[in-house]
């Protein structure tokens, strides 16, 4: 009962699920624990502070510690700790190490990593060094291939649980197109698409005070995600951010659970996007007018499957453009196309013509989003993303079903 | 004069238009000239029978020959002509090497070929050998890489001319957008798409008799393209057919005109499709439910390009699906996405929202669209494919203004 309580979800591989949604009166499965369980939150800023507020409406969490190394960032997450009445947690604060002291805490059950992308796998393989058991990732787990294969192997030695808190597995349409797959209304799946394509431009570039679209400044001079994710754009080139699209992708042709990625190969397009935003804001004198971007605006990647699958993922954050994951579900039988929200399926659509997909969500609603949804409102992320830990769960668990498939 | 007149495309290479409608009183550019354009066909099946119907609409051209070893075909192509009041044709017929009979006529000014695709480097290349200048080819110029070397290299040693037909290039709404790509519209290009994603599982089979949808022979006991095309998803696994796709975008990023294609790879799905097709309509004892199809059932291509540029096309012919090309113009201000109608442009549409298509289409209609689509109503392909070889010409001059670029 201990081990199923503590459970966030069992494969540190690709089922993943978010944090956006915490359903507030429990978290794990045993509500009748004798103890609730205990978080510590590495990393405050404004994701981090999001997690630690939807935590503080659950009655079987405890916040008990936090960490940041941004006092700006500590005070707006400690503030919203006062507003909720529950005890102040302790706090951690200093150099990029004092997210250590809060793994030397002894009493903690799972911790939550909301921090730049880099700190991910150092910050995972400490909290398993520290004997920690339930880690869940604000997203990725590394920015290398080492650190990734650093992290599973180190997961595999202290038999823990890492989890990438992708919230884009728990939206309600991907939750029914799910579902359709489990029930087979697009037939035997054989081609799947998926993506990050968010004009991220205001993100990237800040004044160093207001976070969104207001100024070109990136690095030590920029404030939030400017601060730090921006430098990725600078040096790397590639696919930056993939959970988006692969997460729920990943689960609907059964990865790592009777299937696995074989091959991969990347194309880049040119890199114009992030310049031009710094000459049209920032002008042709601005320092960051004088920075060479290694990411190209729109990254497409093709992945092959032991089990025959195509995937097609795109990376499209340097462009203007509307918010789109871009998702295809494609099998014998029809096809699901988030672009248009629409959906075919061979003898029931009209024939060559897309049904709004909307009647279809609504028949197929997931049934932990029917059972959970309700007790979930009010928690979402923008609209887009919802998610909640016991989804995770029990998807988890009802997944399992379907991994000799 | 006699130049121009004569003129098709200049370039072999991707400067591609369909004949789908034909202006009925000028094909070329001297409406003055002292005699008839002289026009023969090879292959007059369902494609070939289309474009001889269009020529014969036109009052500069006259059809001299046609050549088929179909002799159902070349009776409803026959029955098309006496229904025209136009001077009946040479007939070629017989065996396979009919045509070069044909080709061996002295007054020839062009040939058009919509044959077998295993047929056209053949046919191109004796049109050559024989002196035709001016070939087009329904649509693309071989079935391996070393038949499209022949090509080129047989093309510029004969100082000829030879056109893909590729209709899509005329479509009205893919003019539209390459307006607005040469007007600045989407701002720099940085990333296109586009494929050719239609049902096709009825036409690669049929019963002998009936083309469509009747049926799960293919090969000799089949009729029309079930005859013979069908046999390259037996054999083949690729994009078989890339040029609706491919054509409209090459001209946005001027393919061959200043830009070129680089480096390609292609990812294939597990092929299902037309197996499941067979089973469903013809049952598992159908000998047809033996064959071991190659062709996976979506393929997915990236391509880079000189200036930097990536084009993504893919090929899904095999599944039950909507019609829908697939194409996207990414700029860095905007882009167009074909499937749900929509473009979205940078400081114009509403933030994060798409504009429906229409308005933009209606503003930015071709110039030779608006000139030429009234003479050319009645004329259609199927509602999705239109063409004027006067555009052809029109927009091949109008282009050479880009060549530089």
């Given at each position: 009962m201990i081990n199923s309580r503590r459970r966030f979800v069992k494969d540190i591989g690709l089922a993943a699920a978010g944090l956006a949604i915490l359903r507030p009166d429990q978290l794990f499965a045993a509500a009748t624990a004798d103890r609730k369980v205990r978080l510590g939150f590495i990393g405050t800023g404004f994701r981090g502070e999001g997690h630690v507020a939807l935590a503080l409406r659950?009655?079987?969490?405890?916040?008990?510690a936090i960490c940041d190394v941004d006092e700006r960032m500590l005070e707006r997450t400690t503030n919203v700790i006062k507003k909720s009445g529950k005890p102040m947690p302790k706090i951690f604060t200093g150099d990029n190490y004092a997210y250590r002291q809060l793994l030397e805490m002894k009493d903690l059950d799972g911790v939550i990593i909301a921090t730049p992308w880099e700190w991910h796998a150092p910050m995972i393989l400490d909290a398993l060094a520290a004997g920690i058991k339930y880690i869940g990732t604000e997203v990725i787990l590394g920015i290398t291939l080492q650190d990734h294969w650093d992290v599973v192997k180190a997961v595999e030695h202290n038999k823990a649980h890492v989890m990438m808190l992708e919230n884009v597995c728990y939206r309600r349409d991907v939750m029914a197109v799910l579902n359709m797959v489990r029930q087979n209304v697009f037939g035997e799946i054989v081609h799947v698409q998926g993506g990050y394509q968010h004009d991220l431009r205001g993100i990237k570039f800040n004044d160093g005070k207001n976070p969104p679209g207001v100024g070109v400044e990136f690095g030590e001079k920029a404030f939030s995600e400017a601060h730090w994710r921006t430098e990725h754009s600078v040096h790397r080139n590639g696919d930056l951010y993939p959970t988006h699209g692969i997460g729920p992708v990943a689960m609907m042709i059964d990865i790592n659970r009777g299937n696995r990625f074989v091959s991969l190969c990347s194309f880049s397009s040119k890199t114009r996007g992030l310049h031009d935003y710094i000459l049209s804001k920032g002008g042709a004198n601005h320092p960051s007018a004088k920075v060479n971007f290694s990411l190209g605006d729109v990254v497409t990647t093709n992945i092959k499957c032991a089990n025959g699958e195509t995937i097609l993922l795109q990376h499209d954050t340097n462009l203007p453009r509307p918010y789109s994951l871009g998702f295809r579900v494609q099998g014998t039988k029809g096809l699901w196309m988030d672009v248009n929200s629409s959906i075919y399926v061979e003898?029931?659509?009209?024939?060559?013509e897309w049904d709004a997909a909307q009647a279809w969500y609504d028949k197929y609603d997931h049934p932990m989003w029917k059972r959970w949804s309700k007790d979930t409102q009010g928690a979402g992320h923008g609209g887009r993303a919802s998610a909640c830990s016991n989804h995770a769960r029990e998807l988890s668990s009802s997944e399992d079903r379907w991994a000799g498939r």
């Open positions: 659950r009655a079987d969490t405890e916040v008990v003898g029931v659509s009209k024939d060559d």
